[in-house]
Every structure is written in structure tokens, then in C-alpha cells.
């Protein structure tokens, strides 16, 4: 997949067939959109091409208080994107000024004289440019001026996904990973380094991996323990990891993200790794002292490697 930060380094797009929007998640309403924008491409012997934003506008319109995380950091998005067969994305510098560019200078500006775009694939109810003011109804008015056809996304194919971006940061601020997972189409994951912690883990049997994000951005699922994959130099292999605050060691701490790695004793410090979420298996709480904790992971390590073999 061909990634563009700016129009001066895109070379020529044979015939582009073009989408427009954030695609937080790559979701699996996102995923309609970029199937049917190949599928538009291969009939005319053109390329996809993904017009998208960065940073979220939301960061941008509201810095103070947008309070976004994002589901993807822009690397997984990328990477999902690609292994969706998408030919070229376009990562556009998101702006005040360019918010207050008009629907009609957007089209005219970018898609047409820039892009020479030849179709253009949009759902029935997304808006974009000054106010909304682009709409499917606008885009109809005006392709026959601009000489590009739109092909329109209709009503059912979208709504019986039944999915946004909001409902999946929520199904993952709640643990709901299973849902989180059906919305996304995919596993979803999150990618850090390997910090050194107090390594209480280790003197009752149950060593962690303590990670921390590669991005302050990134979406954290809520606080408990969790059934997961981790990724070490390449290899997969099965865990458990808790998020929140260690009440049972700790008191008044701040949030950590921990993982115990099954069969797995090797000094991974500085290291990165990838973890997928699977499924939530209890709330964090707080025991008498660490020979209660110790039996609990115990307990939570029977059931989540149940859970692991059924994946």
C-alpha cells in the first residue's frame, strides 16, 4: 500500500476510486466501505485510494477538551488497511484552516484538479467539509459538473452493521472485548515496551511483563483481568493480563498494565511486545494479603488457559 503525507509526494493514481473519512477502528462498517471501494477500482482497471486525517479532527477542533483515545494507533491502522488490499491511503495534515474549507473547494481542490478522481464511494449519510455541508445529495449535484461518478453506500448495507466508533470505545472502557472483537472484525490489541517494575510478581510464582504504550493516545481497556495473546520477538503465546491500580500492594497507585506470559521465562526488558485482547475474566479487587492473591492467580490462570485453548 502506497501511504502519501502530502500531495507533493503522490505520484501518479491510475483512474482513482476514492473514500473519505477518519476510519478510527477500521471497523466492520469501514471494512464494507473499503471492499466495495476495491471492488469500484478492479472495474475500471483503477486504484483504491483512502482519503483520511491526521491528527483525529476532533483533537483539532475541540484541543482541550476532545478527550479522544483512538482504537488504532495509526500504524495499526495502516497495517489494517494494507491487509485489506487498499492501494493508497492519503494521510492528510488535519487543520483549523483546512475545517473551514467548503465542501465544493474540497471536491474541486483535491479530488478533481489534484486527484483526477474518476468515482467516488461514500455512504448515504456521511457529511464532510464547512458545517457538514457535504452530502450525498451535494456530491450528485455537482459529479456531472466535475465529470466523476458517485457511487453510493445505501441505507441497509451500513445500518444492519449497526456499529460506530463510539460503541466500540465503549464495549472496551466496559471489558466487553467479545463485542469490541465482533465490531472490529479483528482482535483488538494494543503495543508497548517492556518496563522494569517491582517485581513482586516473582516471588509468588507469577513474574509480569509491565508494559508501557508506544502511544499516550492509545484506547486502554477497563480496569481487570484479562485473557490475552502476546506477541515476543515473533512468537505468540498465551497470558493473562491485569490493568488497574494493584490495590492488594499497593495503596492510592497509579494505573499499570501487567502481564503474566505462560510457559515463558525468558528477560524481555526494553523489548517490545503486541497484546490481544480476547476476553475480560474478572474485575480487579483487592485480598487479604499476597498468599490470597497468589491463589487467585491460580485460579485465574486454570480458567484462562480454558478460555486460550478454545482460540
Request: net charge negative; hydrophobic share 40%.
Amino acid at each position: 500500500m502506497n501511504v502519501f503525507q502530502d500531495f507533493h509526494s503522490i505520484e501518479k493514481i491510475h483512474h482513482p476510486v476514492i473514500t473519505i473519512g477518519t476510519f478510527d477502528g477500521v471497523h466492520i462498517g469501514h471494512q464494507k466501505i473499503i471492499n466495495q471501494l476495491n471492488e469500484e477500482a478492479e472495474k475500471i482497471n483503477g486504484e483504491s485510494v483512502l482519503f483520511t486525517f491526521y491528527p483525529h479532527p476532533r483533537m483539532v477542533l475541540y484541543p482541550e477538551s476532545h478527550g479522544i483515545k483512538l482504537i488504532q494507533t495509526q500504524e495499526e491502522k495502516m497495517a489494517k488497511l494494507e491487509k485489506m488490499g487498499l492501494k493508497n491511503c492519503i494521510v492528510f495534515p488535519f487543520t483549523f484552516e483546512f475545517s473551514r474549507m467548503t465542501a465544493l473547494e474540497f471536491v474541486r481542490d483535491f479530488l478533481v484538479n489534484q486527484l483526477h478522481v474518476k468515482k467516488l464511494v461514500i455512504g448515504y449519510d456521511h457529511q464532510f467539509g464547512k458545517n457538514r455541508e457535504g452530502s450525498l445529495q451535494f456530491l450528485k449535484d455537482i459529479c456531472e459538473t466535475y465529470d466523476f461518478e458517485v457511487i453510493e453506500i445505501p441505507a441497509q448495507d451500513i445500518d444492519e452493521v449497526n456499529v460506530s466508533s463510539t460503541k466500540i470505545r465503549e464495549a472496551i472502557l466496559a471489558g466487553n472485548i467479545e463485542k469490541a472483537n465482533d465490531y472490529l472484525g479483528d482482535i483488538f490489541e494494543l503495543t508497548g515496551t517492556v518496563v522494569k517494575g517491582n517485581q513482586l510478581g516473582r516471588t509468588i510464582s507469577y513474574p509480569t511483563a509491565n508494559i508501557m504504550l508506544n502511544s499516550d493516545l492509545k484506547l486502554i481497556p477497563g480496569n481487570g483481568v484479562y485473557a490475552v495473546r502476546v506477541n515476543v520477538r515473533g512468537v505468540w503465546f498465551g497470558g493473562m493480563m491485569n490493568i488497574g491500580t494493584r490495590p492488594t500492594v499497593v495503596s492510592n497507585g497509579g494505573r499499570t498494565i501487567e502481564v503474566n506470559i505462560f510457559d515463558f521465562d525468558q528477560t524481555i526488558y526494553d523489548e517490545t511486545v503486541t497484546v490481544q485482547f480476547l476476553s475480560k475474566w474478572r474485575d480487579e479487587q483487592k485480598f487479604n494479603g499476597l498468599d490470597e492473591l497468589k491463589n487467585q492467580l491460580k485460579l485465574d490462570e486454570e480458567t484462562i488457559r480454558t478460555v486460550l485453548s478454545a482460540y
